[in-house]
């Protein structure tokens, strides 16, 4: 995998500063920089089949049953999905921890770009998978948390990743994830192209053929 970089304008996003200013835009820049060189996202995710059941979609040869009503909406059309796991690690939190101590300006900074960073690793895992299943269609990630998709699904959702060994992930008694700057998701693949219901049309795999956005619309629901 290439070396990545977090993605200044969505670590503004995450300092609710989209329109910032110069300095901060540059302070901010030299962060993503300062934490790309020393730390890299590391992933791992698997593909599962899917069987649709009363009480939620469950994920073939694992004991994992995504309930609620956001789950079933997103892999409606779905035949698989993956799970996925990104991470930065624990050096990040080591390194944030040290900010914290010392300027919390920068330690806000660098929190934001760590938000950033994880996200991007998440995108470089998604593209994986689209180069690998060229001929399937991909939905927006989704996480325990949204919606109505439970946090309670995080050590199950580990365990079946493998997580603590592959990545040094692992699920406190409050169902956060340590390390701090760490996602999981699941991501549908179907036959048909998928609606972009959570992050928009600059994430979609159709956006440069989508006849909607030629008309000035979206499919987002």
């Known amino acids: 995998m290439p070396s990545l970089k977090p993605d200044v304008s969505e670590a ?29 996202p590391r992933y791992t995710y698997r593909i599962y089949g899917l069987e649709f059941q009363s009480g939620g979609v469950a994920l073939c040869g694992t004991n994992i049953v995504l309930t609620g009503a956001s789950a079933s909406k997103m892999l409606g059309e779905c035949q698989q999905a993956a799970l996925l796991a990104c991470t930065l690690g624990t050096v990040f939190d080591q390194r944030l921890t040290a900010f914290q101590a010392r300027d919390m300006a920068q330690a806000v900074l660098y929190d934001a770009c760590g938000s950033a960073f994880v996200e991007a690793g998440c995108d470089a895992a998604v593209a994986e998978l689209a180069a690998r299943f ?55 693949l179907s036959d048909r192209p998928q609606k972009a219901r959570i992050r928009g049309c600059a994430y979609c795999q159709m956006r440069n053929t989508c006849a909607l956005r ?3 619309k979206n499919c987002a629901t």
Do not use: W
């Open 12 to 40: 503004l996003r995450y300092l609710g500063a989209q329109n910032a200013p110069e300095n901060l835009c540059r302070q901010t820049a030299e962060m993503a920089e300062t934490i790309a060189s020393s730390i890299q």
């Open 214 to 216: 030629k008309g000035g």
């Open 134 to 188: 060229p001929d399937r269609f991909l939905t927006d990630r989704f996480s325990p948390g949204y919606g109505d998709l439970p946090l309670s699904l995080q050590p199950d959702i580990c365990a079946a990743l493998d997580a603590s060994r592959r990545l040094g992930l692992h699920v406190t008694e409050s169902l956060l994830l340590n390390p701090v700057k760490s996602v999981t998701a699941v991501i549908g």
